[in-house]
T-cell receptor, first 114, second 112 residues
Framework: AQSVSQHNHHVILSEAASLELGCNYSYGGTVNLFWYVQYPGQHLQLLLKYFSGDPLVKGIKGFEAEFIKSKFSFNLRKPSVQWSDTAEYFCAVNPHMGRRALTFGSGTRLQVQP | EAQVTQNPRYLITVTGKKLTVTCSQNMNHEYMSWYRQDPGLGLRQIYYSMNVEVTDKGDVPEGYKVSRKEKRNFPLILESPSPNQTSLYFC???????????FGPGTRLLVL
């Protein structure tokens, strides 16, 4: 079964700082990769996704992520965060083959201070 | 408006009293799923359904049942709830493996 690790549980940044959230997965085959965001009191929304092709994907609100296959990583980045980016961020994977389970990481809580 | 709806949004119940949380989507999605969200554990999949009458266990199915009699609905049933099922529950739907899953607003359940 696949698993997802998000090593940063709580990140505090000042506005305009750069952001990088780590995501590593374990699975032997080909996977689809996602980043979801959950703003306070709201449901999950998709930030970006990678299925194949260019390993650098761009999502909404200036976020991007890079898939590095050799490192089993899919880190999320943003050059300059805003207070409105305060939220919890979840990395998720599902395999191309087999059971269609979407496995989430434990999440990273981002707090952006004005 | 395309959406996934869940009811109720908040529920307090007692141990052993059967309950059902409904989930409905209006996007004609084949795939639907239930997750529970717990602090420090992220979201864990309970059950999913690839189409009508086709359901399968996720990572934490114990204590839950589901049914998929219609494409749009995917209710989650707790036959005999226990306090360890206190959690935030999300329903989601999507068109296929590589498609985005759309999440409902969540149901916060407290089992006393």
């Amino acid at each position: 079964a696949q698993s997802v690790s998000q090593h940063n549980h709580h990140v505090i940044l000042s506005e305009a700082a750069s952001l990088e959230l780590g995501c590593n997965y374990s699975y032997g085959g080909t996977v689809n990769l996602f980043w979801y965001v959950q703003y306070p009191g709201q449901h999950l929304q998709l930030l970006l996704k990678y299925f194949s092709g260019d390993p650098l994907v761009k999502g909404i609100k200036g976020f991007e992520a890079e898939f590095i296959k050799s490192k089993f990583s899919f880190n999320l980045r943003k050059p300059s965060v805003q207070w409105s980016d305060t939220a919890e961020y979840f990395c998720a994977v599902n395999p191309h083959m087999g059971r269609r389970a979407l496995t989430f990481g434990s999440g990273t809580r981002l707090q952006v201070q004005p | 408006e395309a959406q996934v709806t869940q009811n109720p949004r908040y529920l307090i119940t007692v141990t052993g009293k059967k309950l059902t949380v409904t989930c409905s989507q209006n996007m004609n999605h084949e795939y639907m799923s239930w997750y529970r969200q717990d602090p420090g554990l992220g979201l864990r999949q309970i059950y999913y359904s690839m189409n009508v009458e086709v359901t399968d266990k996720g990572d934490v199915p114990e204590g839950y049942k589901v049914s998929r009699k219609e494409k749009r609905n995917f209710p989650l049933i707790l036959e005999s709830p226990s306090p360890n099922q206190t959690s935030l529950y999300f329903c989601a739907s999507g068109t296929g493996r590589q498609e985005t899953q759309y999440f409902g607003p969540g149901t916060r359940l407290l089992v006393l």
